[in-house]
């Protein structure tokens, strides 16, 4: 038995009409669709001789072959969706992992040179409890225990709760940290979400990491005055100054792209609150938040001092005040190089001309890294570039080369984890 990629097709139009409807998937995690999906995958999984199953307390399902060598090869996915979801996203990477352990098992009689262990992260999404990166970050020990402690659902059920039913105890679920004792290489293999690679009209991509966020809101404060008798020199208008950003940040992030083999940074102006917020009124106060996101750390400071200096500089210009909070942030997630070659050889060896590109969305490969595992992901394209919808689509023979590619990197790092014994 070799490599079979159109059983992965196969197996994921399977799970998409076991746990999909009309508007799309409907795996949210905690829920009995998403447990209907995890008994698919445990079914599969048996069926692959010498393979052990069990979940880890933060509800990490694990399948484990063996090795000669204690050191793990680690494929990960998410089986989990958001309600009304594509068929792709995140399962693509589980149920390829499946086949490539069928592969494995079968090839090297149930006994491969390392050990290769397949991940289906717990609650990817965060749809329900808007908590993303639930397993892999309580894995990788950066969940935050008192925020994540306090959520709750719609419904307000909380989180704690709703992972009692699923058998697990909320206050253990960092001890799944053990799991990551023997990982010596990680990969995920995930539907790009964007249309990058549809526009460069390529199969697969290499991710070099995922960005690092600086998100800001940013408050314009002038002088409310009335609209038909304030000459127009004499206004102190706080939307004049924050209007001003607006095309600036389109010029910042272009600049953020310029040097050596650098790839670009995205900033976005996504919400405009204006006081009084009358017609008949010059803007007295603008708040606007500005979200912000590069690979290099570096770049990511130069982007926002940048923002910083012409948000100064507008609000001189106008004769108005601003003050800056910060939102949120987090740093920059930086892939391993060696498997960023390996992923690159891998996509060429298959046939197709390979692409280097950071990814915007975070993704469980992230946590993985910042636990200190060498990491590397591969995108396959994104038909329209779009997820978390039910249009989301990958034209078929894009899935298959996905998975010949993949199984290719699982080769390559498998070799790569051997020679480090
Ligand atoms: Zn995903």
């Given at each position: 038995?070799?490599?079979?990629p159109?059983r992965?097709?196969?197996?994921?139009?399977?799970?998409r009409?076991?746990?999909?409807?009309?508007?799309?998937a409907?795996?949210?995690?905690?829920?009995?669709?998403?447990?209907?999906?995890?008994?698919?995958?445990?079914?599969?999984?048996?069926?692959?001789?010498?393979?052990?199953?069990?979940?880890?307390?933060?509800?990490?399902?694990?399948?484990?072959?063996?090795?000669?060598?204690?050191?793990?090869?680690?494929?990960?996915?998410?089986?989990?969706?958001?309600?009304?979801?594509?068929?792709?996203?995140?399962?693509?990477?589980?149920?390829?992992?499946?086949e490539?352990?069928?592969?494995?098992?079968?090839?090297?009689?149930?006994?491969?040179?390392?050990?290769?262990?397949?991940?289906?992260?717990?609650?990817?999404?965060?749809?329900?409890?808007?908590?993303?990166?639930?397993?892999?970050?309580?894995?990788?020990?950066?969940?935050?225990?008192?925020?994540?402690?306090e959520?709750?659902?719609?419904?307000?059920?909380?989180?704690?709760?709703?992972?009692?039913?699923?058998?697990?105890?909320?206050?253990?679920?960092?001890?799944?940290?053990?799991?990551?004792?023997?990982?010596?290489?990680?990969?995920?293999?995930?539907?790009?979400?964007?249309?990058?690679l549809?526009?460069?009209?390529?199969?697969?991509?290499?991710?070099?990491?995922?960005?690092?966020?600086?998100?800001?809101a940013?408050?314009?404060?002038?002088?409310?005055?009335?609209?038909?008798?304030?000459?127009?020199?004499r206004?102190?208008?706080?939307?004049?100054?924050?209007?001003?950003?607006?095309?600036?940040?389109?010029?910042?992030?272009?600049?953020?792209?310029?040097?050596?083999?650098?790839t670009?940074?995205v900033?976005?102006?996504?919400?405009?609150?204006?006081?009084?917020?009358?017609?008949?009124?010059?803007?007295?106060?603008?708040?606007?938040?500005?979200?912000?996101?590069?690979l290099?750390?570096?770049?990511?400071?130069?982007?926002?001092?940048?923002?910083?200096?012409?948000?100064?500089?507008?609000?001189?210009?106008?004769n108005?005040?601003?003050?800056w909070?910060?939102?949120?942030?987090?740093?920059?997630?930086?892939?391993?190089?060696?498997?960023?070659?390996?992923?690159?050889?891998?996509?060429s060896?298959?046939?197709?001309?390979?692409?280097?590109?950071?990814?915007?969305?975070?993704?469980?490969?992230?946590?993985?890294?910042?636990?200190?595992?060498?990491?590397?992901?591969?995108?396959?394209?994104?038909?329209?570039?779009?997820?978390?919808?039910?249009?989301?689509?990958?034209?078929?023979?894009?899935?298959?080369l996905?998975?010949?590619?993949?199984?290719?990197l699982?080769?390559?790092?498998?070799?790569?984890?051997?020679?480090?014994?």
């Open positions: 038995m070799s490599l079979n159109k992965t097709v196969a197996d994921l139009k399977e799970l009409s076991l746990t999909g409807d009309d508007n799309g409907q795996r949210v995690a905690f829920t009995p669709t998403w447990a209907k999906a995890r008994a698919f995958l445990r079914e599969k999984i048996e069926k692959i001789p010498g393979v052990e199953i069990h979940n880890d307390e933060a509800g990490n399902f694990w399948a484990t072959l063996q090795g000669k060598s204690e050191k793990a090869l680690l494929i990960g996915g998410h089986i989990d969706s958001v309600p009304n979801g594509g068929w792709l996203d995140g399962c693509l990477d589980t149920l390829a992992g499946v490539i352990l069928r592969r494995i098992a079968q090839q090297h009689k149930g006994k491969p040179p390392v050990t290769i262990r397949l991940v289906d992260w717990c609650d990817e999404e965060g749809a329900r409890f808007g908590k993303s990166l639930f397993g892999s970050s309580a894995c990788s020990g950066k969940i935050d225990m008192n925020e994540t402690r959520l709750k659902d719609k419904k307000g059920i909380r989180l704690v709760d709703a992972l009692k039913e699923h058998g697990i105890d909320f206050e253990k679920v960092k001890d799944s940290g053990k799991e990551l004792k023997n990982a010596t290489a990680y990969i995920e293999l995930h539907i790009e979400q964007g249309p990058v549809l526009d460069l009209n390529l199969p697969l991509g290499t991710v070099l990491g995922t960005f690092g966020v600086e998100r800001h940013i408050t314009f404060r002038g002088q409310a005055a009335h609209s038909g008798s304030t000459p127009m020199h206004r102190r208008d706080a939307f004049l100054a924050a209007a001003k950003m607006s095309s600036e940040i389109y010029e910042i992030a272009k600049r953020s792209g310029q040097g050596p083999s650098r670009g940074g900033c976005t102006i996504g919400s405009c609150i204006t006081k009084p917020g009358i017609v008949t009124s010059v803007v007295e106060e603008c708040r606007i938040t500005l979200d912000q996101r590069h290099d750390a570096q770049a990511l400071q130069q982007m926002l001092s940048e923002a910083k200096s012409a948000s100064e500089k507008f609000a001189k210009q106008g108005v005040e601003v003050s909070e910060r939102i949120w942030n987090i740093e920059p997630i930086v892939f391993s190089n060696q498997l960023i070659d390996f992923c690159d050889q891998a996509i060896e298959s046939g197709t001309k390979p692409h280097r590109m950071p990814s915007g969305p975070l993704h469980d490969a992230a946590e993985v890294a910042r636990a200190g595992v060498p990491t590397v992901m591969m995108f396959v394209q994104s038909l329209r570039g779009i997820s978390h919808n039910k249009i989301e689509d990958t034209k078929e023979e894009h899935l298959e996905a998975v010949t590619a993949f199984n290719k699982a080769d390559k790092a498998m070799a790569w984890v051997a020679s480090d014994m």
